[in-house]
């Protein structure tokens, strides 16, 4: 009884091991690598507006209470103001990576192709040609 149990498990385990995968991961079409490259565009432009508002905002207000326009006796103008500009600046350089990712993704999306290639096979104990759908990724070095 324990043998049968036994060569059971390890005629489970040999078939678990050596077939092959039935669920393959997705291909990732160029039409993803556009739309991912036009989302990240569009973060990064979001970044670099919103960051260049804030920075003007705190030079306007610095200009502004260094003109007496606000109380100049209030110190909380004057940091408010510099936490303004330097935080826009921040966001600013917080767009550049966004940037950088969009234009790899579009370049890998103008490198990517499909097409069917022939590959030699075994068929009915002969070798001949078969057409399997192929997805090409150029590699510019």
Do not use: H
């Not at 103008?77 to 990712?101: D, E, K, R, T």
């Amino acid at each position: 009884m324990k043998e049968a149990i036994v060569s059971i498990v390890l005629l489970i385990t040999a078939a678990a091991t050596f077939c092959q995968q039935t669920n393959s991961p997705p291909i990732v079409a160029k039409q993803d690598y556009l739309l991912k490259s036009k989302k990240q565009k569009k973060a990064a432009k979001i970044l670099l507006g919103g960051g260049g508002a804030l920075t003007l905002t705190g030079i306007l207000l610095s200009v502004s209470t260094a003109g007496g326009a606000l109380d100049p006796a209030s110190k909380d103008n004057s940091s408010l103001a510099a936490g303004l500009g330097y935080g826009g600046a921040v966001i600013m350089a917080g767009s550049i990576p966004f940037f950088i990712s969009s234009s790899k993704n579009k370049r890998k999306a103008m490198s990517i192709s499909f097409k069917n290639q022939s590959l030699l096979g075994l068929k009915n104990g002969g070798f001949a040609y078969k057409v399997v759908p192929s997805v090409s990724l150029k590699i510019d070095l």
